[in-house]
């Protein structure tokens, strides 16, 4: 393939996101989720089986957490939705048709901003469109062993959110990124494990790509746009079920790589749904894509529309967590952190946690460098870069409580009593021991004189200020230079 090929062409991307809720109870029925700590087949009912006369009835809190999903994403609620009957023949799916929503979704119209790399590579922050999030129930699992399908209904009947982006995407690492906060966001919620090795997050991206025009002006003015329905590719191709944001890459860059490869030939690729070989890094053809009107979508008949009024909203609003983004943009402003050190630190939602018990118990609210503590009164620029340094790089480790924190963060932050004639000793020692290094250190090789310190600090048993180990060995070194080269009168 010519390396200049891809300049042709702009991808086209649009997501769609399942996140399976972890309620205690199945979407329409009683059943006990957790399929993955259960006997195949052993959480199932009428309801979930879809056998005659079962009726569904919704699950509020899987409404509710639904709701907080789309509030975190920027997205309209909307006052009334209903269920609606997908129709479709599948194995894994008893009724032959799924409960979700089609023309009146819970959550509409929202956005997600992100700093992202452009072509130069540098930041730019991007907003990306979600077209929708709505509610339905899971389907069956198929395990293939050998030549047999083998089907678990567990799953079927747990309720699965899906967020439905719009094309926005133009690269796999935009992508990449956008997949990484959402599960952010997602775990933040505490509405879903979003564990991906266990299918509870499963990525699904539309790809195709657009003819880039001759004129340079057309593509500068279009590139800025988002991309409307006439300026579609007139197909796109589905990739099923990916469970890590390295695979939806390698997804995605195999098939720019695929398409682009059809379009030189003057063909248009197939509308159809692949699935991905994460050991061979392709995809392969599975079925061809279906059409809205395939579905044969109906009001399902045995659950009523709902309706939301304002005060149970702002209830639910109430609920939702300080979210990472907005997080990080506190700790930069805050607390003085380094904006990578921040972004660690909110990507855990525990971890933020745990970072800000240690700081509000140490430090007075609103102050820095100044401590609560009366044994910490210690003198350190930005106290709170201090904590988090010792967080990332794990030097005390956040399983200890707040008070134990702060013990340790005493011993590390309060100079150490160095015995300096048992130091003498040592160093001169150290220095005999080891004279190819010190030569290395004479001769230039400043880095020689970190592993004579951490040598010292061995035999001190780290009984000693590494900085005053550091003065006394250059100071020594120096010292049998001189005498080495004594000066002639």
Not at 282 to 293: D, G, L, M, N, P
Not at 454 to 479: F, N, Y
Request: one cysteine or more; a positive charge.
């Amino acid at each position: 393939m010519p390396t200049n090929m891809n300049n042709k062409y702009k991808p086209v991307i649009g997501l769609e996101i399942h996140v399976e809720l972890k309620t205690k109870s199945g979407m329409f029925c009683q059943c006990k989720v957790g399929q993955f700590q259960a006997k195949p087949n052993s959480h199932v009912c009428p309801v979930c089986l879809g056998l005659p006369g079962a009726l569904p009835v919704p699950n509020k809190k899987a409404i509710e957490w639904t709701i907080k999903i789309g509030q975190a994403l920027n997205c309209h609620i909307n006052r009334q939705t209903k269920f609606d009957r997908k129709h479709y023949s599948y194995p894994d799916l008893p009724k032959g048709y799924q409960i979700s929503q089609y023309d009146e979704p819970i959550a509409i119209k929202g956005s997600l901003k992100l700093k992202v790399k452009d072509e130069k590579l540098k930041i730019i922050e991007k907003k990306f469109r979600i077209h929708r999030v709505h509610l339905e129930e899971d389907t069956g699992k198929l395990i293939h062993k050998g030549n047999e399908t083998l089907i678990d209904f567990n799953r079927s009947g747990t309720p699965l959110v899906e967020i439905v982006t719009e094309p926005d995407f133009h690269s796999s690492d935009d992508v990449k990124t956008f997949l990484e906060e959402l599960h952010t966001i997602i775990r933040y919620l505490d509405v879903s494990d979003a564990e991906m090795e266990k299918g509870s997050m499963r990525l699904e991206p539309n790809i195709s790509l657009q003819k880039i025009p001759n004129s340079k002006l057309q593509v500068t003015n279009k590139s800025k746009l988002p991309i409307t329905n006439e300026q579609l590719p007139k197909y796109k191709v589905e990739v099923k079920n990916i469970n890590s944001f390295k695979f939806v890459k390698k997804a995605i860059d195999y098939e720019i790589k695929r398409q682009t490869v059809i379009l030189e030939k003057g063909e248009t690729p197939k509308q159809e749904t692949r699935g991905f070989d994460s050991n061979k890094g392709i995809t392969f053809s599975q079925r061809s894509k279906e059409e809205a009107q395939d579905y044969r979508y109906f009001p399902e008949p045995d659950i009523p529309p709902l309706e939301f009024d304002e005060q149970y909203l702002k209830d639910i609003y109430k609920q939702i967590p300080e979210l990472p983004q907005a997080k990080f943009e506190r700790y930069v402003k805050d607390f003085s952190l380094k904006e990578g050190d921040a972004f660690i630190i909110t990507r855990d939602r525990k971890l933020s946690e745990y970072f800000e018990s240690v700081n509000s118990k140490l430090l007075p609210a609103g102050r820095q460098g100044k401590t609560q503590s009366s044994k910490l009164q210690l003198k350190t620029q930005n106290f709170p870069q201090f904590i988090a340094n010792l967080i990332i790089n794990k030097k005390i480790s956040i399983l200890l409580s707040v008070d134990e924190f702060e013990k340790k963060a005493v011993e590390l932050l309060v100079p150490k009593e160095t015995d300096e004639k048992l130091l003498d000793v040592t160093i001169i020692r150290i220095i005999e021991a080891n004279k190819k290094v010190v030569d290395d250190y004479k001769s230039g090789k400043q880095n020689a004189i970190m592993f004579l310190v951490g040598q010292v600090m061995r035999e001190m048993k780290s009984k000693a200020d590494a900085q005053i180990v550091i003065e006394m060995l250059k100071s020594k070194i120096q010292s049998l230079n001189v005498k080495s080269n004594p000066k002639t009168k």
